[in-house]
């Protein structure tokens, strides 16, 4: 077989040569990292037909956004525990018990709000380094920290609660949870769309300004020192269709009311954890740790301080999951955060994540959830029965899943 | 390369053969592992196999006992005289072909009863019979000269008599032909005899063994024949019983004699000592009280490439790897000098940082994330020299790793291909491009042509010298000796945990060496 080579490679040296196997399995790789976008365009698709377009209403895509908020902000620290190889199974506790400690803290002590939400954020860290110190420096499985800091959490939820739920919420943070950014520029009219709100708008443009500008220069840039990109239409392809949706959401969020605040701290994590686990030192030890641990650790990583991290980062977001739930509530309740885990599990692995680690992107983990989101949204319009629900979103976890194995197991066929 | 010894009586099939493997080859990706090898054994006799690391004896067994089904090798294998076509290794052992690996296969928390019916269970009327497990396993135990409870769990007794319930085991399943693959490597003197003990009295029941063993001494005193195996190939098959075989004899057919253009020439420019390790002793992780590496010394210099030689088991990737941050072992202590003063390694990142380098015998496990590209394993053991304030320069990274492909002729399409997909030569010079990256000027380098193809070995030949010109000291650790002749200007040889000598490369032939790697304590 012939190697092929760039046209700016040099030819080899005096060595013998030795034949390099052609790229293999270029297609599989691909269906996998891009089936999951491909799944949720369908999905929306066959739900705005079930629903007669009511899926897409400015209302409803305003719905999903909140009500599915706090699960999206757990899948962007559950996918980096995955990547690394681990799990974690009590965010759902600890989501509850932050709740608590905030409530407890703004309604029974009247703390000031920004102090209150800081000083949960704390516990939340301090709850993720005990989970972190027992996993990375004293070895044990994730998983049965994790399952016992699910039972002790919850415990310590309903001790602080005294069994019952805590509220009403401050203004601001019942805002922050469930509010909108208010419209500075007033309204403009959209012809046959009717009235949208300016501010949105210009966020939106600047959005997808934003997207492409990038975008633009990173392939500039990558041009500049000869790699390969790919082909200028495709590119233009690419844009154009994440321009086209973000436009979407947002003339559709304009027309409702505004840009619900939750979105507005989800575009910011997403975008920040994006750069983390892209461009960061740190984030990068974690791809390395999962995809081969005795190789990470013999390359010099600090294989237990990059894990004992990753589970204070997940402490910190369940407790900003937890402010935000509570905040929508208006109450801490003892119950609050129940399953929330498995939520969070469920969109990392159908967002791409491998069972064995060190596969897994924020964006990917982000559209998993919104996957399920738009599925529980969609069969609720229609009136379909919660069992349902359950059924279709276990087997479409189960099918996300398989397709993984399955790439893989072609691409270990064709080495 | 010899031709093969085959008479025309044996190929009719009217020997007292009990077992004839014929032509067989075996493939994996990049590597012939086994070439038109042939193996004859008679009825009732202890046939040794012995060759070199990677010489292709365990694989032979793999073939023969079905862990490598039918169609996934060349060859034709008869039993008794009727062709054999095992699908697994249950089948191979319905025809009372039993084979014990190296690693004990027994389950630590199962009884030792239990694990000799492990699969074959003793059971009426689909529940186990445990009086009947128990009873038939104190007779076997018995027949084996084990005195142990048969309820007491296997992780309980120590190795040598986990090796004696491996044995019970394979007597339950009415073994006909034992295949021992190094059996005594992990065993003490006291139980290395009891072993070669039962084997004989099995060979007075009838039973055929055939062991593989690196132990010479051993393989004198037990075989009656003996298969040399070297390069994947059948060398010769010596008969015991007759003349005088001496262990001289033995090493020349393992080594060869023959040391062909394989080896780029190199002139070494040897400077100041880079390193040197004193009283350096390590002990197993696993059993706290054995030593591993025992008092080892060794020193290396600028420009300088030097051979470590040993056979399995000699402790040589321990010596590297418990060097190289205390990555192995627990009980280490000594002292390693570099230019001159002493340092510390407590850690992988200390030994890098005092410009160490390790690059594993084994790729897969410890050298590369595979299913990531080779970019960002090139970076992955120096990722701050592109970094700054913890942001990695994806570009320059690119421009590095793109770099290293082009000097170290890594045969990928980008260096954006994944390196689980490169052939073993290719994912090797990812892993030296990698440590070459982290501006290391002492570099260990175990087993650095594990299977890798005859070309790709040459350009790693090279890449060494290479880094020796440029004045790193270097440390090979190799099974192949013909590897240690052709490619290092001193070696020292290991055996059980100890430097048994060091010779020059004037000195130094593969007689010598073997001498000093199969030399037992004194």
Redesign the interface.
């Known amino acids: 077989m012939k190697v092929p080579t760039r046209e700016t490679a040099p030819s080899s040296g005096g060595l013998p040569a030795v034949p390099a196997k052609a790229p293999a399995g270029r297609f599989s790789v691909n269906l996998r990292q891009s089936g999951i976008y491909i799944a949720f365009a369908l999905i929306i698709v066959l739900f705005s037909i079930l629903t007669d377009g009511e899926l897409l209403s400015p209302q409803n895509i305003s719905n999903i956004m909140v009500q599915n908020s706090y699960v999206l902000i757990l899948a962007i620290g559950m996918i980096l525990i995955i990547i690394a190889g681990h799990i974690d199974l009590s965010v759902g506790s600890v989501v509850g018990l932050t709740g608590a400690i905030a409530a407890v803290l703004m309604v029974d002590m009247d703390v000031a709000w920004p102090l209150a939400i800081l000083v949960t954020l704390v516990a939340g860290a301090l709850i993720g380094a005990w989970q972190g110190y027992w996993i990375a420096y004293f070895g044990i499985p994730a998983f049965i920290v994790t399952l016992a800091g699910m039972l002790v959490f919850r415990a310590l939820t309903l001790t602080v609660l005294g069994n019952q739920g805590i509220g009403p919420f401050p203004d601001e943070v019942r805002t922050l949870a469930n509010g909108f950014v208010p419209g500075f520029l007033g309204n403009i009219g959209l012809g046959p769309l009717g009235g949208a709100d300016l501010l949105t708008l210009l966020v939106g443009l600047a959005a997808v300004a934003g997207i492409a500008g990038t975008q633009w220069r990173a392939r500039q840039a990558r041009l500049g020192y000869r790699q390969q990109v790919d082909a200028l239409p495709l590119f233009l392809l690419r844009i154009g269709a994440a321009a086209a949706v973000v436009m979407v959401v947002i003339v559709q969020l304009a027309r409702f009311k505004n840009l619900p605040w939750v979105l507005v701290l989800l575009a910011i994590l997403v975008l920040g954890y994006t750069l983390l686990t892209n461009r960061a030192v740190f984030g990068r030890h974690i791809y390395a740790i999962g995809g081969n641990l005795n190789a990470a650790s013999l390359s010099g990583i600090k294989v237990k301080s990059v894990t004992f991290w990753i589970f204070v980062n997940m402490g910190v977001l369940a407790a900003l999951a937890g402010i935000i739930f509570a905040g929508r509530l208006n109450q801490a309740g003892p119950t609050a955060g129940n399953g929330f885990e498995l939520d969070a599990i469920a969109a990392a692995f159908i967002g791409g994540a491998a069972v064995q680690g060190g596969v897994g992107k924020v964006v990917g983990a982000l559209t998993g959830g919104l996957i399920m989101a738009v599925i529980n949204n969609g069969m609720s319009l229609i009136g379909a029965p919660s069992e349902r629900v359950m059924l279709f979103k276990g087997l479409v976890l189960l099918a996300a899943v398989a397709l993984d194995v399955w790439t893989k197991r072609r691409a270990g066929s064709a080495r | 390369m010899a031709g093969l010894p085959e008479d025309a009586e044996e190929a009719d099939g009217l020997t007292d053969d009990i077992l004839r493997m014929r032509g067989i080859t075996k493939t994996f990706?990049g590597v012939k592992a086994l070439q038109d090898v042939n193996l004859a054994v008679r009825r009732g006799e202890i046939h040794a196999i012995c060759g070199e690391n990677g010489a292709g004896k365990s694989t032979l067994m793999k073939v023969l006992s079905g862990v490598y089904p039918h169609g996934s090798y060349d060859g034709e294998i008869f039993f008794d005289g009727e062709p054999c076509r095992f699908s697994d290794i249950r089948d191979s052992e319905r025809h009372g072909i039993v084979i014990i690996h190296q690693e004990l296969a027994l389950s630590p928390y199962l009884s030792i009863a239990e694990n000799i019916f492990l699969g074959n269970e003793r059971t009426s009327r689909g529940l186990i019979d445990w009086n009947r497990t128990n009873a038939e396993a104190a007779e076997l135990l018995e027949r084996v000269g084990l005195r142990e409870n048969p309820v007491t769990r296997a992780m309980d007794v120590g190795v040598g008599k986990q090796q004696l319930v491996e044995i019970a085991k394979a007597l339950s399943k009415q073994v006909r032909l034992l295949i021992l693959d190094e059996p005594t490597a992990s065993l003490n003197d006291e139980d290395s005899a009891h072993l070669l003990d039962l084997l004989r009295g099995l060979r007075e029941e009838g039973i055929t063994s055939v062991i593989i063993s690196h132990k010479l001494n051993e393989i004198q005193a037990i075989a009656d024949s003996t298969t040399i195996l070297r390069d994947g190939r059948t060398i010769e098959t010596l008969d015991m019983s007759g003349e005088e075989v001496t262990e001289e004899r033995i090493i020349a057919g393992m080594v060869g004699r023959d040391l062909e253009h394989r080896f780029p020439p190199h002139e070494p420019k040897i400077g100041e000592e880079a390193l040197r390790i004193e009283d350096w002793t390590v002990h197993s992780p696993s059993q706290h009280d054995r030593v591993v590496v025992s008092g080892a010394n060794l020193t290396l210099r600028r420009g300088e490439i030097v051979g470590l030689a040993g056979l399995m088991g000699a402790g040589r990737t321990e010596l590297a790897m418990s060097v190289?941050?205390r990555?192995y072992g627990v009980g280490i202590s000594g002292r390693v000098y570099k230019n001159g003063g002493e340092i510390q390694l407590r850690?992988?990142?200390e030994?890098?940082g005092h410009g160490l380098a390790?690059a594993?015998e084994d790729r897969k496990?410890?050298?590369?994330?595979?299913?990531?590209d080779i970019k960002?394993n090139v970076s992955?053991?120096a990722?701050?020299k592109l970094?700054r304030r913890?942001?990695?320069d994806?570009?320059k990274e690119?421009?590095v790793a793109?770099g290293f492909r082009?000097s170290m002729?890594i045969?990928?399409?980008?260096v954006?291909?994944v390196t689980?997909?490169?052939?073993g030569?290719?994912q090797q010079k990812v892993v030296l491009s990698?440590w070459i990256f982290t501006d290391a000027d002492v570099l260990i380098l175990d087993e650095p042509t594990r299977g890798i193809?005859v070309?790709?070995k040459?350009?790693i030949y090279?890449i060494i010298n290479r880094l020796a010109d440029q004045g790193k000291a270097i440390l090979v650790i190799s099974s192949e000796l013909p590897e240690l002749l052709g490619v290092c200007d001193r070696v020292y040889a290991m055996s059980a945990g100890r430097i048994t000598g060091e010779v020059s490369r004037a000195e130094a032939t593969p007689e010598r060496l073997m001498q000093l790697m199969t030399k037992e304590k004194e």
Not at chain 2, 411 to 414: T, V, Y
């Open positions: 990706p190289f941050g990555s850690t992988v990142g030994a890098i390790y594993t496990r410890y050298g590369l994330n595979l299913i990531d960002r992955a053991a990722l701050g970094a913890g942001w990695v994806d570009n690119y421009q793109d082009e002729n045969k990928a399409p980008s954006l291909s689980g997909k490169l052939s030569g290719n990698k193809d070309g790709a040459y350009e090279s």
